[in-house]
């Protein structure tokens, strides 16, 4: 007997989506697990460091120090480091905060609003939280883990699509038989799990190449949506403005909204950013942005929240849609509850395959 081409594909595909979810049931497990946790990494973080996410004596919103002495005694402590940003303090993390660079690391340097000394350092890698993070980011890899991340959830998207396939024809799909023995419950269990989550996990996969393809997405986006692009400053030199002198100018430049963070820069013919808090902390994707002239403080760019470029606001929406960082802990509890079906999905997987393999 001659099988349909049509039987031929589907036999194809279910091999290919058999040895492939095989292959990545680990990967998965670890992915899901991880990033299930890390949903709530801010959460996390406030438990693990409270020293730095607490007043503790100081109250919050209680600045008596100049941004200048900020980042001078972020410069002392680390006089071989290289100050990239200044965070101004805020409910969440009442102090200021400097993102320091020490050659291939990096350190948070945080800073008493009141007394202007430093009042810790750490390390973004450090601690429980920070081993997850890595865990999810690389595989505790460096860089051969993260590109090994990136082609898995490549993978891990061929998964959505053979599984698609796979499912599409089926009837009465959403209902699971318990009477009818812990493999066949098992196997109704994956499909009706994967019918559910399919596009939840097509998102993470797609959003997460982004991390180690941005040039790519920036490249893509770029060419078919306006993006906003860093303006010249030209070739006027003269001493820099400090810290305190570009705040007034951001202040003046955009008032009424909270400054969140300003890049330091270190060369006269490169453009201040200063981004501004149009939400909670943790929401970077809710920001306005203003470009200052690093000498004159003349505004040189006023990009706000409602008139930023589509393309500006697509690519922070990737990061977003990611970390289920948007719509308040529903949408956290709900990203949360979602990334274990990862690990559910490998386990009846196998739990599957090796049913078949028991019965020849």
């Known amino acids: 007997m001659i099988s349909r081409p049509g039987t031929r594909i589907r036999q ?36 693990e460091y409270p020293q730095f996410h607490a007043a503790n004596s100081t109250k919050s919103g209680e600045i008596s120090t100049a941004p200048d002495q900020a980042l001078a005694q972020v410069r002392a402590a680390f006089p071989a480091g290289r100050p990239i940003s200044l965070t101004w303090p805020n409910p969440g993390t009442p102090f200021w905060m400097s993102y320091v660079l020490l050659g291939s690391d990096a350190r948070e340097v945080y800073v008493d609003p009141a007394s202007g000394q430093v009042a810790g350092v750490r390390d973004p890698r450090a601690g429980w939280v920070g081993w997850v993070g ?33 499912w599409w024809p089926r009837k009465r799909l959403w209902q699971i038989d318990w009477s009818g023995g812990w493999w066949k419950v098992f196997w109704q269990a994956h499909h009706v799990v994967g019918a559910g989550t399919v596009l939840f996990i097509a998102l993470l996969s797609v959003t997460g190449t982004y991390f180690y393809w941005s040039s790519a997405y920036v490249g893509a986006v770029s060419a078919v949506f306006a993006r906003t692009a860093e303006p010249r400053v030209g070739s006027l030199t003269g001493p820099l403005l400090s810290m305190s002198g570009i705040e007034r100018a951001a202040l003046a430049a955009l008032s009424g909204v909270p400054i969140h963070r ?15 808090r149009e939400a909670a902390p943790e929401e970077f994707h809710l920001v306005s942005t203003v470009f200052l002239h690093p000498v004159t403080g003349e505004v040189l760019l006023r990009n706000t929240l409602e008139q930023r470029p589509a393309g500006d606001t697509i690519l922070t929406w990737i990061s977003a849609l990611h970390f289920g960082i948007f719509g308040g802990w529903p949408v956290k509890v709900l990203w949360s509850v979602l990334s274990l079906s990862l690990p559910l999905l490998a386990v009846s997987g196998f739990w599957i395959w090796w049913g078949r393999l028991r019965r020849g």
């Open 12 to 47: 194809w595909t279910f091999q290919l989506h058999s040895w492939c979810g095989l292959a990545l049931g680990l990967y998965a497990i670890v992915i899901g697990l991880s990033g299930a946790v890390l949903v709530w990494q801010d959460e996390l973080e406030a438990a």
């Open 134 to 166: 890595r865990l999810h980011t690389n595989l505790l890899g460096g860089s051969v883990g993260r590109r090994i991340n990136t082609y898995a959830a490549c993978l891990l998207l061929g998964l959505c699509v053979t599984g698609t396939v796979l």
């Open 262 to 276: 300003i890049a330091v820069v270190e060369q006269p013919n490169q453009a201040v950013r200063v981004t501004y």
